[in-house]
T-cell receptor
Framework: GIQVEQSPPDLILQEGANSTLRCNFSDSVNNLQWFHQNPWGQLINLFYIPSGTKQNGRLSATTVATERYSLLYISSSQTTDSGVYFCAVETAGNQFYFGTGTSLTVIP | GAVVSQHPSRVICKSGTSVKIECRSLDFQATTMFWYRQFPKQSLMLMATSNEGSKATYEQGVEKDKFLINHASLTLSTLTVTSAHPEDSSFYIC??????????FGQGTRLTVV
């Protein structure tokens, strides 16, 4: 199956700092999504981004499909950004294969 | 976006009993539904893919007789954990797809077997 790796696995930031999360995948995929998992386990969709760049407020994402990676940028981080961030790649059959996750802690 | 409802959100059951988890697509017809499992502090692992009206396809290492999946209609899939044991305790999440757009995820079910 497709391998999806994320880095770093853990990240601690001071409030206001910027960060970049990376997602590498091993094969061509139909689509890619970034999720934030809240403390209750719910997956919050951040970006649906098979290629190119998208921005939503303090968050932006870039996927370079030909090089099989995606980046999630968080600017001016806030304590509410804390949590686990997953990237997931979608196959032609709509199956998602999730990355290993990045656990982000933003300290005040 | 489309809504996928999962029920219950949390369940505690005794070892040896069976538990059924429902996944419903509320505003679209889901030709395909997927079930995922997440252990604490780990990623989500695809367990199985179910297409409406046919048998589910299980990922390698997932016990078919332990995790029974039924997808009898275009809006409902169920996952039954049979003869549950403490090691089955986990977070289970479903997703649903119409085949035309991206898949949408349910809220998840936290199962605790005591």
């Amino acid at each position: 199956g497709i391998q999806v790796e994320q880095s770093p696995p853990d990240l601690i930031l001071q409030e206001g700092a910027n960060s970049t999360l990376r997602c590498n995948f091993s094969d061509s995929v139909n689509n890619l999504q970034w999720f934030h998992q809240n403390p209750w386990g719910q997956l919050i969709n951040l970006f649906y981004i098979p290629s190119g760049t998208k921005q939503n407020g303090r968050l932006s994402a870039t996927t370079v499909a030909t090089e099989r990676y995606s980046l999630l940028y968080i600017s001016s981080s806030q304590t509410t950004d804390s949590g686990v961030y997953f990237c997931a790649v979608e196959t032609a059959g709509n199956q998602f294969y999730f990355g290993t996750g990045t656990s982000l802690t933003v300290i005040p | 976006g489309a809504v996928v409802s999962q029920h219950p959100s949390r369940v505690i059951c005794k070892s040896g009993t069976s538990v059924k988890i429902e996944c419903r697509s509320l505003d679209f017809q889901a030709t395909t539904m997927f079930w995922y499992r997440q252990f604490p502090k780990q990623s989500l692992m695809l367990m199985a893919t179910s297409n409406e009206g046919s048998k589910a396809t299980y990922e390698q290492g997932v016990e078919k007789d332990k995790f029974l999946i039924n997808h009898a209609s275009l809006t409902l899939s169920t996952l039954t954990v049979t003869s549950a044991h403490p090691e089955d305790s986990s977070f289970y999440i479903c997703s649903a797809s119409s085949g035309e757009t991206e898949a949408f995820f349910g809220q998840g079910t936290r199962l605790t077997v005591v």
